[in-house]
Every structure is written in C-alpha cells, then in structure tokens.
C-alpha cells in the first residue's frame, strides 16, 4: 500500500499491555503509544483535523499563514501539516519547553516565536496566545487555529483515536485515564469510550504543581504539555469521576520504568498517565482493563531531567 503523503498514514497506533509494571492483583494496564504516530506524538491528530476543518469550511487558502501558540507538540504537529500542505507556519511557545521541540519545529521548515517563562507557566501560556492574537488582527492572513477551544481537537479524539481504542480493546474498558493539556484527549476518547462502556471510571490526572482542577495552585513543573494553569474551554468536565495529582518524580520515574521493564521509550506525561492508571488499576483489581494514552516519544526530552 502506498501513501500519498504521510498525513495519510497517521493513526492506527498499537496498544500495548504492560506487563511487568502493574502489581499482581491489579487491573491490566493497555497502553496506546502516541509516540509511533505520526511526528512522534498524539498532537498531529489534531493539527491536521483543525487543519482540515479550517480548509473545509474555507476559512484558510493559498497565503494563510498559520500562528499558534503552543506548549511543545501541537507546535511539531502544526509544523508538519504546514510542511506537507504547504503553508507558512509560525509557532510561539514558552522558552521553558525542551530544546528539542524548539528544533523540531524549526526542522519541518516553520519559525518559532519564544516567550520568556519566568516561572508562572499560565500567564506565559496566555501571552503566547495574545501574541498570536495580535498578530492575526495586524495581518488578515494568519490563521490560529486555538487548540483550547478548537472542537476540530476534541474531535478527532471521538471520531479516531477513542474508535481506535474501542477497536484494539474488543471488550469492556472498566478505567481510563488522561492528563489535561488542552483537555482534548480526555474529553474526545472519554466520550467515545464512555459511550459503550457507562459505567466505566475516568480519572483526570494533574501535576502536583499544576493541580487546578483540585484547586492547587500554579508553579513550575516538568510534565511539558499538560498542567498548562488554565481550565481549557474544550474540557468536558463531566467526563472524569475523579482527578489524581502525580508528581514530578512519580512521572519520571514511571517514564523511565516504560522503558527499562517494558522497552517502551515515552515522554514524561506518559509517566504521568501510567502513573495515574497503575493506581486506577490497583483500585480497580484483577481481571478488569484500564487504558491510558502515551502521547508522545522520549525522544524530545534528551535535555530534561528525565535522561539524567
Ligand atoms: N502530553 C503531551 C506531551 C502533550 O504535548 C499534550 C498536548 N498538549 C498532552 C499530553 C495533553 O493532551 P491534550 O491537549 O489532548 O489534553
């Protein structure tokens, strides 16, 4: 079979059981990983679904230029879709997010935009965005797409990635669990999943130091690309039954695990995740399945404490 371009091939990734990280009498533990797909995370579903939504309903063409304001992935995924259909694309993001992202972004050919992150990642993450706003209002041009509130993001996640897990699974889900970036993947695969499987539990899982949903306030943290300080307008807040606060050393330590006990090679919130669904499977016990989500690869965070 043949591709017509590599958008075309994005999707489809495995899910995996962990076998050696769950304690004997817990639930199994499946995880999909997200750092198979396409531009190594989950975030180019979405870049190319707002994409194409944005090109069907034509509010892009030709010289649109594509601005967004990212905390790392969304920026990778928005620079490969700009590379393969052709538009200019800019990408703003904190100067706290790992090197590697910045170059990634910057090797699919599209200009990043750094704002200085002085520690309160919530107000840098808004001024990204009224730099991309101000930019859209000066050039009639640029387009952003708005992953916070975008329903083209949560989207994808019902119609693909939660269709993908129903499909993989052939059976009941009795947990699942998602960290909070701009809530998409909770809200779009909760739903899905939620659909066939009503009485199922779903935790929303936050940093320690970014636990706004528990009424914690807002530090720095190291779980890039979710615990972004703000309740994003996209999150169903009715999805989840309960939220589990994972540190940063719980997070490292099970991102680092995934790859020595299982060969998995995951990003740092997809220790979070596992993290979070090791207790959920723990609660739950044997002969029951949670899911949770890898989004990305560890491959962007050679420079961050989880390669020390
Ligand atoms: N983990 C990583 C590494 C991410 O880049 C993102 C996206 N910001 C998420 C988790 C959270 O995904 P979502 O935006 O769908 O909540």
């Known amino acids: 079979m043949i591709y017509d371009n590599i958008l075309e091939a994005m999707g489809g990734t495995p899910l995996i059981r962990l076998n050696h990280m769950p304690e004997p009498e817990s639930a199994q533990v499946l995880v999909k990983f997200e750092g198979l797909n396409v531009g190594g995370s989950i975030k180019t579903r979405t870049a190319y679904n707002m994409i194409k939504d944005a090109e069907e309903k034509g509010l892009i063409g030709e010289d649109t230029i594509i601005v967004e304001p990212t905390s790392g992935n969304q920026g990778i995924g928005l620079a490969l879709v700009g590379a393969v259909r052709g538009y200019q694309t800019k990408i703003i993001m904190p100067d706290s997010v790992s090197e590697e ?6 090797h699919y050919g599209a200009e990043v935009i750094l704002i200085h992150d002085d520690g309160n ?52 889900i009795h947990g699942f669990c998602s960290g909070i970036g701009t809530g998409g993947t909770i809200t779009g695969v909760g739903e899905t ?51 589990c ?64």
């Open 193 to 243: 999943i939620r659909e066939k499987n009503p009485d199922m539990e779903i935790w929303a899982v936050e940093p320690e130091h970014a636990a706004i949903l528990s009424g914690g306030s807002i530090g720095t943290h190291l779980q890039m690309g979710i615990g972004d300080g703000l309740i994003p307008e996209i999150l169903n807040q009715q999805i989840y039954n309960e939220v």
């Open 101 to 106: 992202r910045r170059k990634l972004v910057e």
């Open 121 to 172: 990642i919530g107000a840098c993450i808004e001024e990204c965005l009224q730099t991309a706003l101000s930019m859209a209002k000066q050039d009639s041009r640029v387009f952003v797409p708005q992953q916070f509130e975008n329903p083209a993001n949560p989207a994808v996640h019902r119609s693909q990635t939660g269709i993908e897990i129903l499909e993989q699974v052939n059976g009941p």
């Open 245 to 308: 606060i994972i540190t940063d050393e719980e997070a490292l330590s099970t991102s680092k695990r995934l790859a020595a006990e299982e060969g998995i090679m995951c990003g740092i919130s997809s220790g979070t995740n596992v993290a979070a669904a090791l207790k959920l499977a723990k609660k739950l016990g044997k002969g029951k399945t949670v899911v949770t989500i890898l989004p990305d690869t560890a491959e962007r965070y050679f420079s961050t404490p989880l390669f020390e």
